[in-house]
């Protein structure tokens, strides 16, 4: 992530150069939750289910809840960047139950990449100046990996699909360790509306393929260090 954080950070140089001071690139962890409103479930060749999903999130869990973004703050600290989350969302046993599948999860990542706009505060305490207030937010696309299995099926729905529209909010407070590094902690709010396919299995002549329809709302307390230049 770190990599394609560089790569998109490079870009918006060009474009901002003018008005630009300065470069940021932040690596967070932290501990996060998620719900849903109803969703809808269609297996491959059956009606349309809507039910309450519960989810798990594990952020501890390997693959890590873990974050990254670039932002290139102006003279003004007005900030734009992106920003990437891998987060988790796993069905809980009972509605996988209800719902006829062995396997309802995003686990190789609920994947939230956005395009940020930034505001910060710097000397916003007159006696603690190496704190800075920021806030923000971002527009952009949910990209999770669809892990589904289906009762009984032969095959299993698995791989990356573009499911969507996702927002992000955040809140947070920066301390400054030098003038390069930095240590922060932030709250965190996204929401995403997805729909992901789910695959028909080839063992059944004609079967269409099914769906899954979720709008995931998550909340995240985030701790990472920060570097600019």
Do not use: C
Not at 40 to 50: K, N, Q, Y
Not at 82 to 103: F, Q, Y
Not at 104 to 118: C, P, R, S, W, Y
Request: cysteine-free; hydrophobic content about 40%.
């Amino acid at each position: 992530m770190l990599k394609h954080l560089k790569i998109a950070a490079a870009a918006l140089m060009l474009t901002a150069a003018p008005a630009t001071a300065e470069l940021e690139l932040s690596l967070y962890l932290g501990t996060q939750s998620a719900s849903s409103g109803t969703d809808t479930v269609r297996l491959p060749g059956a009606a349309p289910v809507r039910r309450d999903i519960k989810w798990n999130v594990k952020p501890f869990d390997n693959p890590l809840y873990y974050g990254g973004r670039a932002t290139w703050w102006t003279r003004n600290n007005l900030g734009f960047g992106i920003e990437g989350t891998h987060a988790k969302a796993i069905a809980k046993p009972a509605d996988r139950a209800a719902l006829g599948v062995d396997k309802l999860e995003f686990t190789d990542g609920h994947n939230i990449i956005t395009a940020n706009v930034m505001k910060r505060w710097p000397g916003a305490f007159a006696k603690a100046t190496r704190f800075t207030p920021y806030a923000g937010g971002g527009i952009g696309i949910a990209v999770p990996h669809v892990d589904i299995k289906v009762t009984g099926a032969s095959n299993r729905t698995f791989g990356f699909e573009a499911t969507g529209p996702a927002l992000r909010g955040i809140l947070g407070l920066k301390f400054d360790l030098s003038d390069k590094w930095a240590l922060f902690s932030e709250y965190q709010i996204t929401w995403s509306d997805n729909d992901a396919k789910i695959k028909a299995d080839p063992a059944v002549p004609g079967q269409t393929a099914g769906s899954l329809k979720t709008e995931l709302l998550t909340h995240a307390l985030n701790f990472g260090v920060s570097y600019s230049f």
